[in-house]
Nanobody, 127 residues
């Protein structure tokens, strides 16, 4: 059973940057695809990004509207994935959830649901 613990949320002003961290335990980091979702009040949950170790390298994917402002990265030695968010906007305010999918050669990443979830961290952006 994978446990995910997020940190790094907070209150920032529009245009600021913030980096979220997610520490994973209870599993081998490279056996999972790690990622982030977010959910704002009254809105549907939204896929943000995911990160996959590929041995010598890695692969990432993003929600199209966030490309260029958000960057996901990982540290295999620390079992930690990060989400760097730049030029934050009030619309980015949400609870951000770290997630994990079991890696599978027969199943593509489900951008609507994940296998494991963290408790979430609040990001508030003031205008």
């Amino acid at each position: 059973q994978v446990q995910l613990v997020e940190s790094g949320g907070g209150l920032v002003q529009a245009g600021d940057s913030l980096r979220l961290s997610c520490a994973a335990s209870g599993g081998t980091f490279s056996n999972y695809v790690m990622g982030w979702f977010r959910q704002a009040p009254g809105k549907e949950r939204q896929f943000v990004a995911h990160f996959t170790w590929l041995g010598a390298g890695y692969a990432t994917a993003y929600e199209d509207s966030l490309v260029g402002r958000f960057t996901i990265s990982g540290d295999n030695a620390k079992n930690t994935v990060y989400l760097q968010m730049n030029n934050l906007k009030p619309d980015d305010a949400a609870v951000y959830y770290c997630v994990a999918w079991k890696r599978s050669s027969t199943r593509s990443i489900n951008r609507s649901q994940a296998d494991y979830w963290g408790q979430g961290t609040q990001v508030t952006v003031s205008s």
